[in-house]
């Protein structure tokens, strides 16, 4: 017999007669210890940090319809090892290089009388993935996944903090976010973010998925967090076949929240760029014919109030030209709009525009300004219209100019309607396999006409922007349109408490920039309720390689002194740090523009005015800077003065501190310009 069939029989040998096998697995800084078992004749992983444990042994494994549970009665057969220490460049991102360093161990689980699956772990010192992986085998022709029991154990709960928002609800992942201990909460969306009692953050999430559900995390015991997989109509969680994987089920891991919001754990557990060249997606700034619907001086439909008119596009391109800005996004062009738009689903053409707004005009018109006509498609769930005009709308598109497209999917959750080969109406869920396979399709096919998209009413982000560049943006939370008629709108922790999580899965259009507090009377019910200056912040703290400058043009021209910070802030980094933070409290974020020398700085807080210090450590040694401040002034208020804003200028260098002053619901944006 050969040595190595040997050796592995030898490794065998301990599970085969019942004696269990522990496998370990370090991030290389050895801070952070994965631990794998088939101890209770099933397999458990276990997580510790620092000597402390944050994951509590925990099940693994997966139930199919046709082949039963992969998971209870499978022990450990075999293993591999490896390490990577890589750099690579994004196109476009929050930080230009990002570093791949993590010790990977891949554990064979196998089972007499059903077969064979692997899972695969990759440590790294922010954090771990792991992932299920079936080779191709006997039986497993066609698979069903009808559960995955994958179990995240938290210990110490009652001590434990959670922040989460509802999953599998009617408004999908577009609720405020809630602050409780972990037992209090209910089914929840990811990224789920925790702080133990030790002051270790942790947050749950996934990377990668593709042709997978989106999973939930439900609890069953206080602490014991299992992951639900979002079902097609038929209850099916995920259809397939031998070979597959799953998505990375992530945990990120850090000593505090500013520390969590530097991760970069997602986007290294997804595959590199498949597009090749990608010179041709450009991230920048734009305005639109978007806020004036939501605030009611526009109407989607057609009519005296329509919004998406030649006349009206063309101001707002002259005003973007005059300005500095790449592009103009206009909403309600197109056939389908009129009525009840949101159950128009089957009405909607993505190639006829009314006849009050000429593309043919404004991409020519366009061209001569140097500024993009960005294109809209809201398909009100129904994406079989949609897919069955893609080609032709992006065809169109590109004939008149347009490079970026905002696409929309409003549909209530597990109402996506979609036509199956019988004919008949299927509701499907937008995180569900269907779905994920839907957004996937949109975007490669928008890549072969060199088109990026930003997708609103997405299924959450898992760091695909890295295989495919042209995926510049999504929502996925609540955003700026809730401030003009939500119920309630955003309250001021909301902006403090997205960095720390819907910000971890990746960039995020929270479309920032409304300077007019008051649109609906002295007292309206709805309102962003922030100051004018943390308005400006959130250009710096909520990431999105495309950012918009919201309101109407007229209002930026009653505050022109402020709107310069908007003209000013790049979209693009060399670096970003996140300097300090408390979820839901308060957040500083600094940023690096690419291919410059200038640094930019967002602060804000919640409810609470406070006092923040900020060390400039991170500016070029031996460099000045002129420090261009915007900042809440010494009376200002979110909800009594939001308009009371200072702006002033000082040198400084990486050896000086800054003493920020937040106002109620206020913030602080700075430019730091290298001399």
Known sequence: MAV???????????????????????????????????????????????????????????????????????????????????????PWGERRLV??????????????QAGAFNVRFRVFDDGLGFRYEVNEQPGMAQVDVTDEMTRFNIPNPQQTTAWWIPARAFNRYEYIYRTTS????????????????????????????????????DQRRDGELKVTL???????????????????????????????????????????????????VEPGKYIGIWWGMHINKYTWGSGPQHGATTANTKAYMDFAAEHGFDGVLVEGWNIGWDGEWFHNGDLFSFTQP????????????????????????????????????????FALYTQHGVSQIKTGYVADGGDIKRIDANGHVRNEWHDGQFMVGEYLHNVQLAAKYKLSINTHEPVKDTGLRRTYPNWLSREGARGQEFNAWGSPPNPPEHTAMLPFTRMLAG????????????????????????????????????YSPIQMAADLPE???????????????????????????????????????????????????????????????????????????????????????????????????????????LAASGGSAIRFKAL
């Open 4 to 90: 190595r069939q040997l050796l592995s029989l030898f490794t065998l040998l301990p599970s085969a007669f019942g004696m269990a096998t522990s496998l370990s697995v370090m991030s290389p800084n050895q801070q952070l210890v994965v631990t794998v078992s088939d101890e209770s004749d099933a397999p458990f992983y276990q997580v510790s940090y620092r000597g402390e444990t944050i994951i509590a042994p925990s099940l693994l494994g997966l139930e199919f319809k046709q082949q039963g549970q992969f998971g209870p009665g499978f022990v450990i057969a075999d293993s591999q090892r490896s390490r990577a220490d890589n750099t690579w460049e994004q």
């Open 99 to 112: 570093r791949d360093q993590h010790n990977e161990l891949m554990v064979t689980l196998q089972s007499q």
């Open 182 to 217: 972990l037992p209090a909460m209910e089914r929840a969306n990811t990224p789920l973010t925790f702080k133990l009692p030790s002051g270790v953050h942790l947050s749950i999430h996934e990377a990668a998925l593709v042709d997978w559900s989106g999973m939930v995390l």
């Open 230 to 280: 979002t079902p097609w109509s038929d209850g099916v969680m995920v259809k397939t076949a031998a070979p597959f994987k799953s998505s990375w089920r992530t945990i990120q891991v850090a000593d505090n929240a500013a520390q969590l919001a530097n991760s970069s754990l997602i986007l290294n557990l997804n595959e590199p760029n498949k597009l090749g060249d990608v010179s041709w």
């Open 354 to 393: 009314y006849a009050d707004f000429d593309i043919a005009e404004l991409g020519r018109y366009g061209k001569q300004k140097g500024v993009k006509l960005i294109g809209h498609h809201e398909t009100s769930g129904n994406v079989t219209n949609y897919r069955n005009q893609m080609d032709d709308a």
């Open 507 to 542: 960039p995020m259009d929270f479309t920032p920039g409304i300077f007019d507090m008051h649109f609906g009377g002295d007292k309206p019910l709805n309102r962003p309720q922030t100051t004018l200056a943390k308005q400006l912040a959130l250009y710096v703290v909520l």
């Open 555 to 661: 209002n930026y021209t009653q505050h022109m002194d402020a709107f310069q910070f908007i003209k000013d802030v790049p979209t693009d980094w060399e670096e970003s740090i996140a300097l300090d933070g408390a979820v839901g409290d308060f957040v500083v974020f600094a940023r690096q523009q690419r291919g410059g020398s200038d640094w930019y700085l967002g602060a804000l807080t919640d409810e609470d005015a406070r006092n923040v210090t900020v060390k400039l450590d991170f500016l070029e040694p031996g460099k000045r800077y002129e420090a261009q401040v915007y900042r809440d002034g010494d009376k200002a208020h979110w909800d009594t003065n939001p308009y009371d804003y200072v702006i002033e200028k000082r040198q400084v260098t990486a050896n000086d501190s800054l003493n920020l002053q």
